[in-house]
């Protein structure tokens, strides 16, 4: 029996569960010292999604993010979440990706890898783990919890014995979705601790409720390290708080040995700053007792949400919460964890807005069920496997092997823009944002010096307000209009502050911008859209607001019926959009690169 040991998520899960991982870098520096003088085994800080919401929305350097905080707590063990073979993307990266991404990581001061993969399959876990323990790093195993009929504790002990196999260094149980029951958390550690003799973290949300009582009992059972998060930013879709634990073990054998006022110093700090991002806060924050009939992890809870928020089809949550458990089951019960509940939820969103199940099938569902991401737990069910993937082979090797080394042409394709071999991997991550990133970065966008002005900026024959909220896509920005380019200039740039941070962006004019509300503080922004509405059989639409990713067909060129025509990216996840009718391109209305709305049509094609 001997002191449970703490990792508080505060700089990566707890926001990420809360705020769409939207917390600064520059709100976490100024509590670093307070941090890394408490005493904690490990400060969870990257990884999970923050190195795509660096990229996608804080227009911030996550390589420039870790090395910050490692120089901020030199004393603290630095933790990541790490998906195996995808890393922090949602495909699978080669080998000299991974082992790339890795080394860097940990050069830049990563110290711990919990390394888990979606679908618990071993094979996509090995190259992480080999490559972290080759870099002198801690690899943590990771074993994700989840409850069907093929998950059991004898198949987690397996797994669990098959990472040890591998070389890791401790065994991480991580409950993404807040499924562990009390007595099934004290079963399932007893049973890791009689057959493993390694180190054994807890990670479980506090969604049902029942989070707390979870860490006791597994702490009872023996259960060496838990996760917990500063109070303010725990609870709900997050994870149990630390002061309470740290207070409850006190003066047990398993007292932590923390101290309660520089960690109430610590939380002060962050309560305050959780006020700044009152805008991205989920409204599905308190308990839910549904997770246990759904399964829907915390985090994923505030995307859907978001999801159907900006579709104008939040009422329908509850349906997608339904839809959920049935696709799970269609595709072989996987645990839901980053990127298969984003394939499940997706989909079920899908499912759900078209009014037709598997009507439209995203690419990654097509991959997921040809093996692309790795065995499935369960069988999968073959009538929408042969829908999915038609007479296409199926994948039963390590999906990675098929995989040819690809590093070096990833940095050749961005050696105009990459300063270094991080800036390749983020290119690697996410090619679109990350291409468009290093673009911003090298022509100074990301850090333009507004110019103040005392008056209102003049638009043409307008006045704009120099303050105002805008929301879009089902977010709210406060925007300040700090200056603006000269009138008579074709191309005009305007500078403003967004949350805070300058931005700038160049257009011919401000026309196209719809503003109602009228009041300054209060006032709606809106793109209004040239696109015709749909009236004719050969009209491709889209069934949600997405991004185009690539365009499939030109003008004058002959399809066929449910012939690919385009690539479209919503909530992370690929989608093909095909052609409702055979006929030839009469118009394309839509480039790479392009948002494009429901109700819109992008492609005009005609009986031949």
Not at 235 to 249: C, D, I, K, R, Y
Not at 398 to 407: N, S, T, W, Y
């Amino acid at each position: 029996m001997q002191k449970v040991h703490i990792t508080d998520v505060i700089l990566r899960d707890a926001h990420q569960s809360l705020i769409a991982t939207r917390l600064r870098t520059e709100d976490m520096l100024p509590a670093c010292e307070m941090l890394d003088n408490i005493g904690y085994w490990s400060l969870e800080c990257w990884g999970g999604a923050t190195f795509d919401a660096c990229l996608r929305f804080l227009k911030e350097d996550p390589w420039e993010r870790l090395s910050k905080l490692r120089a901020a707590l030199p004393k603290t063990r630095l933790q990541m979440l790490l998906r195996g073979q995808n890393l922090l993307g949602y495909r699978h990266y080669s080998d000299d990706v991974v082992k790339a991404f890795i080394e860097r990581a940990a050069a830049n001061g990563m110290d711990v890898f919990r390394i888990f993969d979606a679908l618990n399959d071993v094979r996509n876990l090995q190259t992480a783990i080999e490559v972290t323990k080759a870099t002198g790093k801690h690899a943590q195993g990771t074993i994700c919890y989840t409850t069907s009929p093929v998950h059991d504790v004898k198949s987690f002990v397996t797994l669990g014995k098959a990472l040890a196999e591998l070389g890791c260094d401790s065994i991480a149980i991580k409950d993404m979705a807040g499924l562990l029951t009390p007595f099934a958390a004290s079963d399932l550690v007893k049973a890791l601790k009689d057959a493993l003799d390694l180190p054994l973290h807890l990670h479980t949300h506090a969604t049902s409720g029942l989070a707390e009582m979870c860490q006791l009992k597994a702490i009872e059972a023996g259960c060496d390290h838990v996760d917990t998060a500063l109070s303010s930013w725990s609870g709900g879709t997050s994870h149990p708080p630390t002061e309470s634990l740290v207070t409850a073990l006190r003066g047990t054998p398993y007292d932590t040995g923390l101290d309660l006022d520089k960690l109430e110093a610590a939380n002060a700090y962050f309560a305050n700053i959780r006020k700044k991002y009152r805008r991205f806060e989920s409204e599905f924050t308190g308990v839910d007792t549904r997770v246990h009939v759904f399964q829907v992890p915390g985090g994923m809870i505030s995307n859907l949400a978001n999801q159907l928020k900006e579709r104008n089809a939040l009422d329908r949550i509850e349906e997608v919460y339904r839809e959920i458990p049935k696709v799970r089951e269609d595709l072989g019960y996987p645990p839901l964890v980053t990127p298969t509940s984003q394939i499940v939820g997706t989909q079920a969103v899908l499912n759900i807005l078209t009014g037709k199940r598997y009507d439209t099938i995203s690419n990654e569902v097509k991959r997921y069920l040809q093996g692309g991401y790795g065995k499935s737990p369960a069988p999968v069910n073959k009538e929408l496997q042969h829908k999915a993937i038609g007479k296409e082979d199926l994948i039963d090797c390590r999906p990675a092997d098929l995989l040819k080394p690809e590093f070096e042409h990833l940095r050749q394709e961005i050696a105009h823009l990459a300063k270094n071999d991080e800036d390749v991997l983020s290119y690697a991550m996410f090619p679109e944002i990350g291409k468009q990133f290093l673009e911003l970065r090298s022509t100074d966008h990301l850090v333009a010096e507004p110019l103040e002005l005392e008056e209102p900026v003049e638009t043409g024959s307008k006045t704009a307000p120099t303050e105002f909220n805008v929301a879009l896509h089902g977010e709210a920005y406060h925007i300040k209009v700090t200056g603006a380019g000269p009138k008579n200039q074709t191309l005009r740039h305007f500078y403003f502050m967004v949350d805070g941070v300058p931005e700038e962006i160049v257009v011919e004019t401000l026309d196209e911008i719809v503003l109602d509300g009228g009041t300054q503080g209060a006032v709606q922004g809106s793109i209004s859209s040239k696109r015709r509405r749909p009236s004719e059989p050969g009209d491709v639409v889209v069934s949600m607001p997405c991004n185009i990713l690539e365009v499939l067909v030109k003008h004058g060129q002959k399809v066929d019926a449910g012939q690919a025509v385009l690539v479209t990216e919503a909530m992370k996840m690929e989608t093909e959009i095909t052609a409702p009718i055979a006929g030839v391109v009469k118009a394309v209305h839509v480039v790479k690169g392009e948002p494009a709305n429901p109700n819109e049509v992008l492609i005009e094609i005609v009986p031949e």
